[in-house]
């Protein structure tokens, strides 16, 4: 399937950023179509939600709608052609420096005004049934996000704490039983450290580390939706690494053994 070019390369300032910070932001490289489209799907999936969708305020008896679905281009036509077509990948590619890219998958993480839920701190690496360091999450805001409706908070640097932390659930679920330490307060180490939280403006995204801690304000005060579509992208040196009491996900392929590259139909490459 062709890929849409992107609309300027990424600079060496933004590759070292996202190197050093394990986050960067970047503006202007989804286009107004990919925001009406990726728009309609999320009002699509909002109301026809997948098996793997849950209703994360109503879990923890929290006032709003936090709305989280995964693997959705799956069902759905136009997160589909987004994953295959959109500039993601290929940013994906750049940053990590990587010469193959691996979808691993995508997620609604929508939160209404009025929803208190906040997003625990956590990162992401250790929710998932893979090992390497080159896997990144593209964060593409429908909305416009400031800090009243949620914008998240990264920890810069913490990719490279050398720390794997016991996945924190977002909902009333406690499938997450590794042997691992928990995250840190990171609220009472504030002082200590570079918190990066940006305002973003529809079409514009973040990319973060799989180990960057990061955490979300809830969206109570604002009257603003935060509507945002997470992509999650492998590089060369991940692998597949099974264990239990992880993220919920479908079938894994069978013939994939630990250690393996991921390449497999739950997992695509899409570039390289
Ligand atoms: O959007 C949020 O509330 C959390 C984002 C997040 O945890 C992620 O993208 O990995």
């Not at 923890?60 to 295959?84: K, M, Q």
């Not at 609604?108 to 625990?120: C, N, Q, V």
């Amino acid at each position: 399937m062709p890929r849409s070019p992107l609309a300027r390369d990424i600079t060496d300032d933004e590759i070292r950023t996202f190197d050093e910070d394990g986050v960067v932001c970047l503006r202007g490289f989804f286009s107004e179509q990919w925001i009406k489209d990726m728009r309609n799907a999320a009002e699509d999936c909002l109301q026809r939600p997948g098996d793997l969708h849950a209703e994360l305020a109503s879990e923890r008896g929290e006032v709003g709608r936090f709305f989280h679905d995964t693997f959705i281009w799956l069902r759905n036509e136009a997160c589909r052609r987004f994953v295959f077509e959109s500039p993601a990948a290929q940013i994906a590619a750049c940053l990590m420096q990587s010469q193959k890219i691996n979808l691993f998958f995508d997620q609604w993480l929508i939160k209404e005004p009025g929803t208190a839920t906040k997003t625990p701190w956590h990162h992401d690496m250790t929710y998932w049934p893979i090992d390497g360091f080159q896997i990144c999450t593209l964060w593409l805001a429908l909305d416009p996000v400031t800090a009243e409706s949620g914008a998240v908070e990264y920890v810069k640097g913490s990719h490279r704490w050398g720390q794997k932390f016991r996945p924190a659930s977002f909902g009333s679920g406690s499938q997450y039983t590794e042997d691992i330490p928990e995250v840190p307060d990171i609220d009472t180490m504030r002082g200590e450290l570079e918190i990066a939280q940006f305002n973003l403006e529809p079409g514009d995204c973040t990319v973060h580390h799989g180990l960057l801690v990061h955490a979300a304000p809830g969206n109570l005060t604002s009257s603003t939706r935060r509507r945002a579509h997470t992509s999650r992208w492998a590089g060369d040196d991940v692998t597949f690494f099974p264990r239990d009491g992880l993220q919920e996900m479908p079938p894994i392929p069978p013939e994939l053994q630990s250690g393996d590259p991921i390449d497999s139909d739950l997992w695509p490459r899409i570039v390289g």
